[in-house]
């Protein structure tokens, strides 16, 4: 069965504990929290995913997906720990080198955290090989991060298909996560690449009935 993590980055500002509430009922596995610094990708979102992470953390026990689009790792992880998240994806491309990641890596799981990797479009799945020991899930990125809304790349179904083989044939027991331009006609493909939990926001929060929405995700 795969999850569904439900993104905020297009809900209503004013409308936060209702929709957070109503994604809950509506069984989302996880609330994604798109943060955005304005430099990895030109909006920034920080303010106000702070505001959701806070709102979320007073009204819900559901678990926080953090998935940092950012240039400043190091201090966004530190910023992001103290809410206690259940995990916390960085970009590969954010990071300088080898090192700088392997210090993010062991940064969240001193804390208990679960860690997360994501990849753009266009970064090979194959630079993600070496820190499958260490970390809990990929995020595949489909389309180019920044904005909800955006188009479904089908480029990166082959890229997740990869990455699932690979994962299985080398006996990596980690989750596979897609975001971007997923919805009732995407998921499918998705699923069938070896995705098993998949990041959707606008498809859910424009919906009318976000059981339903969710329900035919699943
Ligand atoms: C994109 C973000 C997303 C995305 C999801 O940069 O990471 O989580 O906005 O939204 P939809 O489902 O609208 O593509
Ligand atoms: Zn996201």
Known sequence: MVEISTSLLNAKKDQIIKTIYDIEVAGTDYIHI????????EKDTTEFMRECSE??????NLPLDVHLMVKDVENYIKSYLAIEPHS???????????KEVMKNISL????????????????PVEQVYEYLPY????LI??????????????DTLEKINKLNIFAYENGYDIDIQVDGGIDNNTCEN???AGANI?????????STDYKKAILSLK
């Open 141 to 154: 990125m489909t389309v180019e991060p920044g904005k909800g809304g955006q188009k479904f790349i089908p």
């Open 108 to 123: 969240i799981r001193e804390n208990g955290v679960k860690i997360g990797i994501s990849i753009k479009p266009k970064t």
């Open 34 to 41: 798109d943060v955005m610094d304005g430099k990895f990708v």
């Open 190 to 192: 998705v699923k069938n």
């Open 55 to 60: 709102c979320a953390k007073n009204i819900t």
């Open 88 to 98: 916390i994806t960085f970009h590969l491309e954010a990071c300088k080198n080898n």
């Open 135 to 138: 970390v809990h899930k990929v």
């Open 198 to 206: 998949l990041v959707a926001g606008t498809y859910i929060i424009n």
